[in-house]
């Protein structure tokens, strides 16, 4: 997994985060409801150690959860999910036709000792260009064999679909300038990765992006947004930050999420079984 490096000490606050469960299931499975209030009852409340007993518990004998756009797809519902660790909320749509395909959480240790929680994140693709560039092509394939298809998650990397990666900053004290040294190295690495030595300067145009003006509390939203044409568009709390045409470069930002090396396994996982769901399958 890349490093997330940040050039300051912190001090964690308390965590008392429980192992990662996601939290919607089909509307209507019993159980799966069951699991929803208390995935909802600890978006209200991140610290009780009860709502996540019960969730744990319900997840212990309910086996999988049903991704995202399963629940959404079955049930109408368009209600936001809730990041079950740190009560992060996320909306099921956005963009119009963007839906929410799985959430993760992204961590940092601590000299090597303990995890903080630095944001959540959701990753969504637009509906119809999902089924425009990719359901055509896996239409004979089952959702069985498409989960874990490493020729989807290429294809839908590769391909013009509309997507966003979503982050809400969870830690209190993290600074723009850390944003920024972060990507410098995680993106950094994934543009040498599929583009060589020489993007150097695509780099600098995206992190140059995050200006020291940029205020990050608890709660703040960055939007990664892959728009028709491979251009990134960044956004900062609604404020657009700048956008820039590099398919290399919307391709390294997206292999963070739901490449080889993802910052959240199950996130990663989670997205693959909705996708399969969002193409009918």
Known sequence: MVSFRFPFSLTPPPSNASPRHFSVAIAASAAALSIAGAAIAISQNPDSSLARTALDCLVSNRGRFFPVWGSLSLSGNSSPVAEPRTGASFPSVIRDSQRLLGIGLRRKAVLGLKNIDVYAFGVYADDNDVNKFLSEKYRDVSATELKGNDKLKEDLMECDVGMTIRLQIVYGRL???????????????????????????????????????????????????????????????????????????????????????????????????????????
């Open 175 to 281: 600074s723009i300038r850390s944003v920024r040294s972060a990507f410098e190295e995680s993106v950094g690495s994934r543009l040498h990765k599929f583009g060589g030595s020489d993007t150097k300067e695509l780099l600098q145009r995206f992190t140059a992006q995050f200006k020291d003006e940029y205020k990050l509390p608890k709660g703040s939203i960055i939007d990664l947004s892959r728009e028709r044409g491979y251009v990134l568009r960044t956004t900062i709390d609604g404020k657009e930050a700048g956008c820039i045409q590099s398919k290399l470069l919307c391709r390294s930002i997206l292999d963070l999420y739901i490449g080889d090396e993802p910052f959240d396994r199950k996130a990663k996982e989670d997205v693959e079984v909705s996708l399969a769901s969002l193409m009918g399958k």
